[in-house]
T-cell receptor
C-alpha cells in the first residue's frame, strides 16, 4: 500500500514549456486534489476532482489544467510554464468530502521555471 | 468563510522542554481541525484531528491538541521536545464539502540540543 505517489519528484522547465505532473493513489479514494505550496503561504488548492471524469477549480486555477480519466490517477498540466509557477506541488486524496475526512498527501514535486 | 491563523511563524525550544504551537480559527459552522507536520523536503503527515468528539485530541509522537470553542483555538502541545520534532507544522480547518481545507501559513519548530 503505497498511499499517494507523485511523479516526478523534481523538474526544471524553461518559460513557455509544458509538462504534466502525475498523481496516483491506491486507497480507492473518490476525491483527489492538487495544491501548491509557496513560502509563507501555506497550501493553496489549484484544482480538485470528486470522482472519475470530473474536475473543478480551486482557489488558484489559472495556468493549470487537470484530468481524471481513471479513478486512481489525477494529472496536473502546465501548458505554458511561467516563473510564477515555481513552487512545490502536492497531490492529496480523501475517501469523502465531509469535514471529518482526512486528506492524505503525496511527497510533493518541486518545480522550478526559469 | 473559514480561516486559520498560526500565531507564530517560528518557535524555538531546547530538547526536553515543552512545545506550544498556537492556532486560532474562524468558522461559520462546527468545523473539523487538523494538525499536519512537514519534515524538510517531505510531504505532509497527519498528526491529529478534531472532529467534535473529545475536545482533547491525542496524536502521534506524543503530540496533543485541545479544542477550545470559546477561544476559537486549537493549540498543539508536546510535553518534551525531541530533535526529530524539528519541522514545519500546519493547522488546518475544514467545514466539509469538496474544497474546504484552509491551511494556516505554518509554524517552523526549531529544536536545539
Amino acid at each position: 500500500n503505497a498511499g499517494v505517489t507523485q511523479t516526478p519528484k523534481f523538474r526544471v522547465l524553461k518559460t513557455g514549456q509544458s509538462m504534466t505532473l502525475l498523481c496516483a493513489q491506491d486507497m480507492n479514494h473518490e476525491y483527489m486534489y492538487w495544491y501548491r505550496q509557496d513560502p509563507g503561504m501555506g497550501l493553496r488548492l489549484i484544482h480538485y476532482s470528486v470522482g472519475e471524469g470530473t474536475t473543478a477549480k480551486g482557489e488558484v486555477p489559472d495556468g493549470y489544467n487537470v484530468s481524471r480519466l481513471k479513478k486512481q490517477n489525477f494529472l496536473l498540466g502546465l501548458e505554458s510554464a511561467a516563473p510564477s509557477q515555481t513552487s512545490v506541488y502536492f497531490c492529496a486524496s480523501s475517501y469523502g468530502a465531509a469535514s471529518t475526512d482526512t486528506q492524505y498527501f503525496g511527497p510533493g514535486t518541486r518545480l522550478t521555471v526559469l | 468563510a473559514q480561516s486559520v491563523t498560526q500565531l507564530d511563524s517560528h518557535v524555538s525550544v531546547s530538547e526536553g522542554t515543552p512545545v506550544l504551537l498556537r492556532c486560532n480559527y474562524s468558522s461559520s459552522y462546527s468545523p473539523s481541525l487538523f494538525w499536519y507536520v512537514q519534515h524538510p523536503n517531505k510531504g505532509l503527515q497527519l498528526l491529529l484531528k478534531y472532529t467534535s468528539a473529545a475536545t482533547l485530541v491525542k496524536g502521534i509522537n506524543g503530540f496533543e491538541a485541545e479544542f477550545k470553542k470559546s477561544e476559537t483555538s486549537f493549540h498543539l502541545t508536546k510535553p518534551s521536545a525531541h530533535m526529530s520534532d524539528a519541522a514545519e507544522y500546519f493547522c488546518v480547518v475544514s467545514e466539509g464539502g469538496y474544497s474546504t481545507l484552509t491551511f494556516g501559513k505554518g509554524t517552523m519548530l526549531l529544536v536545539s540540543p
